[in-house]
């Protein structure tokens, strides 16, 4: 007797948890350039300008 190649087939749930998990890292990503990104070019700014610089008189 022949014996039947089984397949395997992913599950509705198993994708959507796939799809999921990508959403999830993807928006970490999202948050991260859009939420520290401008914060760090506000104090790149800053300290060009001398602005964390003491006032000397």
Known sequence: MKKKKSKKVQTNSNFKNQKLGQTKNS???VLFVFGIGPIIGII??????????????
Request: glycine letters at 6%; proline letters at 6%.
């Open 27 to 29: 928006a970490k990503l």
């Open 44 to 57: 790149i700014f800053l300290y060009s300008k001398g602005f964390f610089n003491s006032p000397t008189m």
